[in-house]
């Protein structure tokens, strides 16, 4: 299996950017990740054989980078209902981080740091996140 995956944007991107685009969806997508090797020890497995054929290439969506990810995790800590959390984090995001627009529709980025360090713990509490760890993201 070969398959290919084709962004366009509107502005044009340096080689640079290009190169930084392409690392941090090899990482989002997992496409670095070699997997024959859970084929190889499961497929022969009785309750993993069939799972493993049926989601042929399935792999883990991850974030970007490490500062994406520590902010995702400060407003999972100590939750038990992950879908809450993925709303509040959404929340976060069209509050704070930059807009992308796809096909009329805006899309929230990830904020970046400059864009978090002018936020007010109790706006983001607002959200839905406590005081608190709206402060862990602030700081």
């Given amino acids: 299996d070969n398959p290919k995956f084709h962004i366009e944007t ?3 991107l340096s080689k640079e950017e290009i190169k930084k685009a392409n690392k941090s969806l090899s990482k989002i997508l997992g496409t670095d990740m ?10 022969d497995d009785s309750l993993l054989g069939d799972k493993l054929n049926s989601l042929y290439g399935l792999k883990r969506m991850t974030r970007a980078n490490l500062f994406e990810d520590i902010q995702n995790r400060i407003v ?6 992950k879908p809450t959390a993925k709303k509040m984090m959404f929340a976060v995001r069209e ?5 992308l627009v796809h096909n009329g ?3 929230p980025a990830w904020p970046r740091a400059h864009q978090l ?6 706006g983001i509490r607002n959200l839905g996140p406590t005081k608190r760890k ?6």
Wanted: negative net charge; charged residues 25%; aromatic residues 8%.
């Fill in 10 to 12: 509107k502005e044009s």
């Fill in 34 to 43: 070699d997997i024959r090797p859970l084929y190889d020890q499961a497929s």
């Fill in 76 to 81: 999972e800590m100590q939750m038990n209902h």
């Fill in 95 to 99: 509050a704070y981080g930059a807009a």
């Fill in 105 to 107: 529709k805006n899309i």
């Fill in 117 to 122: 360090m002018k936020a007010d713990p109790m």
């Fill in 134 to 139: 709206g402060q862990y993201l602030i700081d």
